[in-house]
């Protein structure tokens, strides 16, 4: 691998450490391991651990995804690695 | 008109629909049978997925089980919606870049062995018939309950249409099917949610409004009388938890891996035509997914609170319709013990005042008449849960033909098929998986609900570890994969089979290993996975070097100039 490749793939990786540490701090942070703690706060009528446990951490999933959507489009093109508009082929190559 | 009409109204026109859908998109070549050609729209792909993914589990049984367990049963909402974050981050962009058509195709090229090929071919059929056994008890419960007919002519029938489309069509006829499909169950669980929704607290999106007021004047939160109702009663608060910490950390954490690993989810990917398509793919699969799985939750509650103040203490004699209705399937049995005509329902359900026992599967489908909703809106729901139920069946049939036809036929008995033969192959295996799942449709194992842990539980210790390394990891080789894979399912496989089928009596906290239920076993099984993966590779030796090459090719997505067929 090339310098450039290596620095697009730790980027990448960096990335996905970002956004899975925010995925597990929602869901087994604040919906598991603190939920009772957050249960003390209210949010309207529902418990705050409870409501992650059960909305809020779903919520946050979606972001994460389209987040990393945007975040890797822009790499792709930073390191020109992004595919090419070429409709009606299969540009990802052939399949065995 | 009556339920029942309505009903076979619903049903009716929705199956017309897949039909007419399903004549309009047949698959010609292997390629369009597989992966429906590679060139399904990231968003048309996400609604697919969605109805892919969500299977009866999802819209008979999730919210039932939910307002049984309460906070409990958060860990189905986390755990099947989190691994998608998973597959899109970690899994799918390059999946799709390594341009297979299967799941045991990538192990098998990526781990350069036959043997781990062969693995992962077993594991994939397994998985997918005990998934699909899941779906015929839907699609049994529906028929039987909604339709008057027998559950063995509803299992049929219902099998009849999947054939139909599955084997005609292939992936691109379950591609858009399944489109179609997942709109119809949408529409299906958000009307009467929504209708119970402003019945209940006046607000008209379901998400907010079990967290609202009772719109009955006594000005209480919706969640803090259902948790007074609970306790008086005899049951635990609803939005407290009584599963060990640790336990629902694991069960969440084995749903979340298993989702990612489940081969008719991974396929999905497969069939779009760009790697980027690959990542918002998943990002409109987990959309349309979150539709569902937040209203979920506010239709436990609804049908939890509706449930126990239509029923607790009335006069049995004055039971509403639907009550002896589904006295009559067996699904709610009472027994009146201390002869006052009246029925108690107290907790836990165990207990001698208690004097009805209550099926979970029934919750959703009971909703709308509990909540006393038209006739037409619980026609509809019936039309929802078989068309999640046949759209989950006819993408499980597609893995198990896929696996035959083309990993074990094409690439391990007979290399030099001609593609004519292949998909003759893939049709007939479809066809016979199709028998097979509509037997275990009429003649369900008693054991089946118990062995959906298995689904997810070896997909967790075996698919996701050995994918995300084969990806993360240059240095992993076939010795260590092997290993891992075989001792993250031995594990799994035999403490589920240990407490689920030899020793049910022993199925309980005391007995577990360090508390973890059989449930949330398949996340010890992947970290014994990775452990076991990552010391073997490290003492043996390490890839070939087109293997290495093929890693460093799959890690971005343009594609380079010249691409050599497969290395194998």
């Keep these: ?96 | 008109m009556t339920v029942q009409t309505w009903t076979f109204i619903m049903v009716g026109l929705s199956f017309v629909l897949y039909i007419g859908v399903a004549i309009r998109s047949r698959a010609t070549s292997t390629g369009e049978f597989y992966v429906a050609g590679g060139k399904v729209p990231p968003v048309i792909n996400g609604m697919a997925t969605a109805a892919d993914w969500m299977s009866a589990a999802s819209f008979i049984s999730m919210a039932g089980m939910i307002s049984f367990m309460g906070r409990d049963g958060s860990v189905y909402l986390m755990g099947w919606t989190g691994g998608y974050v998973l597959l899109a981050l970690l899994l799918a962009p390059y999946l799709r870049k390594s341009g297979k058509y299967t799941v045991p195709d990538f192990i098998g090229d990526r781990y350069y062995s036959q043997t781990a090929r062969f693995v992962a071919v077993l594991c994939a059929i397994f998985v997918s018939f005990t998934y699909i056994a899941g779906q015929m008890r839907g699609v049994g419960i529906v028929f039987s309950r909604f339709l008057d007919v027998s559950v063995n002519n509803g299992v049929l029938f219902g099998m009849g249409i999947v054939f139909f489309y599955a084997v005609l069509g292939g992936m691109k006829g379950i591609t858009y099917t399944q489109v179609a499909q997942y709109c119809v169950l949408i529409f299906a669980y958000l009307v009467p949610a929504i209708f119970i929704s402003l019945l209940l607290t006046d607000n008209v999106l379901p998400q907010l409004g079990f967290g609202s007021r009772l719109a009955d004047g006594s000005g209480m939160y919706l969640l803090d009388r259902l948790d007074g109702l609970s306790e008086e009663l005899g049951f635990a608060a609803y939005t407290a938890g009584q599963k060990q910490t640790l336990d629902v950390f694991f069960i969440t954490l084995a749903l979340m891996a298993g989702t990612a690993g489940l081969p008719h989810v991974i396929v999905r990917f497969y069939t779009v035509p760009k790697v980027a398509a690959a990542r918002s793919s998943a990002g409109w699969a987990l959309v349309f997914i979150a539709l569902l799985y937040t209203t979920a939750p506010a239709v436990g509650a609804f049908a939890r609170t509706n449930f126990i103040t239509t029923i607790s203490n009335a006069k049995y004699d004055e039971m509403p319709e639907w009550f002896h209705n589904w006295e009559t399937t067996g699904l709610i049995s009472y027994e009146d013990h201390n002869g006052d005509g009246r029925v108690q329902y107290t907790g836990p359900e165990s207990s001698t005042t208690n004097e009805v026992i209550v099926d979970r599967d029934i919750m959703v489908l009971a909703n709308p008449e509990i909540a006393r909703l038209p006739a037409w809106v619980v026609g509809l729901v019936a039309a929802g849960g078989l068309a999640a139920a046949l759209s989950t069946a006819a993408g499980l049939l597609l893995v198990i033909s896929t696996s035959v036809a083309h990993d074990l036929f094409k690439k391990c008995l007979q290399p030099n098929i001609t593609e004519r033969r292949e998909l003759i192959i893939a049709r007939v295996a479809a066809g016979m998986a199709v028998g097979v799942a509509a037997y275990f449709g009429i003649n369900p194992v008693g054991f089946v609900a118990q062995v959906v842990a298995f689904a997810f539980g070896l997909a967790a210790a075996s698919f996701f570890p050995a994918i995300l390394m084969g990806i993360f990891s240059k240095r992993m080789n076939k010795e260590g994969a092997i290993a891992g894979m075989v001792s993250g399912i031995v594990f799994t496989a035999a403490y589920i089979t240990w407490f689920k089928l030899l020793h049910p009596e022993l199925n309980s906290a005391e007995n577990w290993l360090l508390g973890i239920s059989p449930e949330g076993i398949g996340a010890v099984g992947m970290i014994i996975n990775f452990a076991i993966a990552l010391i073997v590779s490290r003492v043996t030796e390490e890839p070939p070097r087109e293997v290495q090459a093929l890693v460093e090719e799959i890690r971005v997505p343009r594609r380079r100039y010249e691409v050599r067929e497969s290395s194998i």
């Design chain 1, 1 to 96: 691998m090339n310098d450039r490749k290596v620095e697009y793939w730790h980027r990448n990786l960096r990335y996905l450490g970002i956004l899975l540490s925010v995925w597990f701090l929602v869901s087994y942070g604040f919906g598991i391991l603190l939920v009772d703690m957050l249960d003390s706060v209210r949010l309207g009528g529902f418990k705050l651990g409870f409501w992650f446990a059960q909305q809020g951490s779903i919520y946050v999933f979606v972001i994460l995804i389209f987040v990393y959507v945007r975040l890797m489009n822009r790499l792709d093109r930073e390191f020109d690695v992004h595919e090419e508009e070429s409709p009606g082929s299969d540009p990802a190559g052939p399949r065995p």
